[in-house]
């Protein structure tokens, strides 16, 4: 899977494609260091991110967290083989920062780059267990801006099987924790409220219950609306948390499973930050035993927004990719699922 040409010198990869300036040195499967810049308490105040807040962070940390990334690794600039940078998709000014200073140190060291797919960096994030995939593979990638079932029949054969209509598992997570008067990013709170809650205590909507692929959550967030403004001082935030949670997981599980009885994958993955949520990694495991089939969540420091992914899935890459030159540009737009229509 892996070509030793380039390879067998470290990748520097860097990602700043949301609220997160991240640097990372890969190896193969091998993560030499990973090191994570999070903008998210200046967000915080916000509710959000801020994309001109958010690119201007990425400008004053990125040469820092590059630095502190090498240090990390052992090694020096000189060390390195090839520059991995998320090209796409995400807030254009921050990813131009992330860009901009890949093709500078590429320019300076005259090694190759590449720009990489951040929905190809959650889905490939598992690569740094170390441990052989096996494909066909069905993943769920859930982020704050996504929500896919994505079929995965090897490095770079990737078929979007369903997707959200509107809003993401992870905006489900963050609007509901905003309603319920706890901080940003929501997924973290609402986890760490459930676990005193009931989650049977408020009956929350699963979202299009009959559709086989497609998700949807806005409903949730709605209801989660209906219920702080019925319950009032009343509520109790622990269940209401625990019964948010619930039916996110309820909802992609289902999916899932729908997607291991059309496809019969060898295993099953779960990627972006809401692979974070412990209650969602235990019922996908669980369902993975249930069939016999291998489960591959990566650990929780490669789930939300960072390099190492990137560098990762960079690996999975053949040299004729890395010669993009100088043109490479940041778009707002994933391609990953393009030729699809
Ligand atoms: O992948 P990511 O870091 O950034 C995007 O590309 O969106 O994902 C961030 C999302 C946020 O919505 C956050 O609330 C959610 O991941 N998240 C969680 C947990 N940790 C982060 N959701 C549920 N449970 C968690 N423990
Ligand atoms: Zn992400």
Known sequence: MFSDSLFGKPTLAIESSCDETSAAVVVGQRVLSNVIASQAEMHEKWGGVVPEAAARAHVQSVIPVIDEALSKSGL????????????????????????TVAKALAFKLQIPLIGIDHLEGHLLAFLGLGVQPV????????????????LIRGCGDYELLGQTRDDAAGEAFDKGARLLGLG???????????????????????????ERYEMS?????????????????????????ASLQQAVCDALLRRLEHAIEDYQPASLGLCG????NSQLRSMVEQLGEQNGIAVMIPPFELCTDNAAMIGLAAQCHPIEDWEVGFELEPSPRSLLFSDQG
């Open 135 to 150: 494909f066909p593979m069905v993943s769920l990638l859930v982020s704050g801006g996504h929500s896919e079932l994505v």
């Open 217 to 241: 959550f806005s409903g949730l967030k709605t209801a989660v609306l209906r219920l702080v403004e019925q319950e009032g001082n009343a509520i109790s935030v622990p269940d209401a948390a």
């Open 76 to 99: 020096s600039l000189e060390d390195i083989g090839g520059i991995a940078v998320t090209n796409r998709p995400g807030l254009i000014g921050a990813l131009s920062v992330g860009v």
């Open 184 to 210: 940003y990013p929501g997924g973290r709170q609402i986890q760490e409220h459930a676990k005193l809650g009931n989650p049977n205590r408020y009956s929350l909507p699963r979202g299009l219950a009959k």
């Open 273 to 276: 930050g809401v692979a974070a």
